[in-house]
């Protein structure tokens, strides 16, 4: 083997070698950069999902505000009790509710789409883990319903089932205590104690 051939022979050693390494370090490059983009992402919807909960959370605690004031109900309208019959009395709360109700359904609705993204990243778990809220949500709609129908039968709707118009008023007006604010609290912390990590990581 003459000196030109070692040399070229070592040469090509050393492409191969700095080919292998090339490859190499493009791989764990393209490997850390999916792993960064992956945890960007992961970033982005755990923190949309956190701020949608908390929105949620804020616009039910809006809607349940134990002071119901004069300019929520119609023009005109004086809440004072016995100016109106059952249905016009009915009619007034049905409107100051709606209104109240609108921006939690726009909070929700939002939520919805971003529990969409979440659930495309981990699966069921964090469908489930944003369940209870919703259903506070509907448990809170409920009562309301509940209220008005009691109001336009005089209060004879629920005649001899007096806790279902009483637990429907602790859910629409609310107490720090109540029941529906508590599972509110509860449901905000199992979404809290599940995206925290994710956030926390990034």
């Not at 909960?53 to 309208?77: C, I, K, W």
């Not at 429907?168 to 599940?194: C, F, G, N, P, T």
Request: hydrophobic share 40%; with cysteine.
């Amino acid at each position: 083997m003459t000196d030109s051939e070692i040399i070229t022979a070592i040469k090509d050693v050393f492409l191969a070698f700095a080919a292998i390494t090339t490859a190499s370090v493009a791989l764990l490059g393209l490997k850390s950069w999916k792993r960064e983009l992956k945890g960007k992402a992961e970033f982005e919807v755990a923190r949309s999902l956190l701020k949608e909960t908390y929105r949620v959370r804020d616009q039910l605690s809006y809607a349940r505000n134990p002071m119901t004031l004069a300019h929520e109900f119609p023009d005109g309208y004086n809440p004072l009790p016995g100016k109106y019959d059952a249905k016009a009395s009915a009619e007034a709360h049905g409107y100051a509710f709606t209104n109240r109700w609108k921006p939690v359904v726009e909070a929700v609705q939002t939520y919805e789409v971003v529990l969409l993204e979440a659930e495309a990243i981990w699966g069921d778990k964090i469908k489930t883990k944003c369940t209870e809220l919703r259903r506070c949500c509907l448990q809170m709609n409920r009562s309301m319903k509940k209220i008005v129908d009691d109001i336009a039968s005089d209060g004879r709707k629920f005649e001899g089932y007096e806790h279902i118009t009483e637990k429907a008023r602790d859910d629409v007006w609310s107490m720090d205590d109540d029941e529906l604010s508590l599972k509110i609290q509860s449901a905000v912390k199992e979404i809290e104690d599940y995206l925290r990590p994710h956030i926390k990581r990034n």
